[in-house]
């Protein structure tokens, strides 16, 4: 809303505050006007007929000067706020596992390396390795993952940890040398059987996804990614479009 300006009660006896950068010329109080509202320049009508209360007008001015949140941004917030950080609440998690088996699962991918555009080069940094290898020399750690096993390993590079790859298809234990890592003791491999399947499928997605600038499928040994991060939008809408009228 540019230079937008606004009228307030007279009941505001104190000043507020211009947020800076504000396309909002002016907010301040008034106290000798015949009228029971200042209006100021310009001000748009729909205002003068409002009630006179501060609250909500202060609260409509603020946010009618405010920069538009995305809706992206909205969804975030409403996440954290029913999800919030376990170290907010530390202590009391900290009492509430007193004289328990504390058991840490981690996510890879954008947890404990940051997200890029190559699947390939989610490299994560020495220092978080050196505080997830702490974890493990404290509680059994496992990483949770949807990657397959011989990847995220390849990544981390732990031999101490429990790996949980394809979505927990594969579960994989700790080994005593790095050396025998990749062929950690398997613990669990329950989709087994079908690896032929899902070999096809992976054919099929490729072929499926050529035609794509952009997409690729990645492999992950008992599930599949076809990732979009690359894929032009407007492309695809465009050609997809396209299409919808050849048909
Ligand atoms: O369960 P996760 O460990 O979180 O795995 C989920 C997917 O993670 C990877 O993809 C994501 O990270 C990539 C690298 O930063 C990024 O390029 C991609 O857009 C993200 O979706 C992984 O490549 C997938 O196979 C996993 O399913």
């Known amino acids: 809303m540019a230079n937008q300006e606004v009228v307030f009660p007279p009941d505001m006896g104190a000043t507020a505050a211009m947020a800076p950068g504000s396309s909002c010329r002016a907010l301040f109080a008034c ?3 015949r009228s029971p ?3 100021l320049p310009g001000v748009d009508d729909e205002y003068r007929a409002r009630p006179p209360c501060a609250t909500s007008w202060v609260v409509e001015a603020i946010r009618a000067s405010s920069p538009a949140r995305s809706p992206a941004v909205d969804e975030y917030a ?3 706020r029913r999800h919030p950080s376990a170290l907010g609440s530390f202590e009391e ?3 509430a596992a007193e004289g328990k088996q ?6 890879y991918d954008g947890t404990l390396s940051p997200i890029v555009a190559d699947p ?3 490299f994560m940094t020495d220092e978080m ?3 997830v290898r702490d974890v493990a020399k404290h509680f059994p ?3 949770v993952t949807g990657r397959c096993v011989e990847k995220v390993y390849s990544f981390v590079g732990l031999s101490e940890l429990y790996y949980a790859g394809s979505h927990g298809m594969d579960i994989k234990g700790p080994t005593s040398n790095e050396e025998d890592a990749t062929a950690a003791a398997v613990l669990l491999q329950p989709a087994r059987e079908f690896l032929p399947v899902i070999a096809e499928a992976y054919e099929a997605l490729v072929e499926k996804t050529k035609g794509t600038p952009g997409a690729r499928v990645e492999n992950n040994k008992f599930c599949l990614s076809v990732h979009f991060r690359c894929v032009d939008e407007k492309v695809i809408i465009g050609s997809s479009s396209s299409q919808t009228r050849r048909f």
């Open 102 to 107: 504390v058991v840490v699962f981690m996510d």
């Open 93 to 95: 998690i900290a009492a």
């Open 37 to 39: 509202y200042r209006v």
């Open 120 to 122: 390939d080069m989610a």
């Open 78 to 80: 409403a996440w954290t």
């Open 31 to 33: 106290t000798s006007l």
């Open 141 to 143: 750690a496992a990483i």
């Open 129 to 131: 390795r050196a505080a």
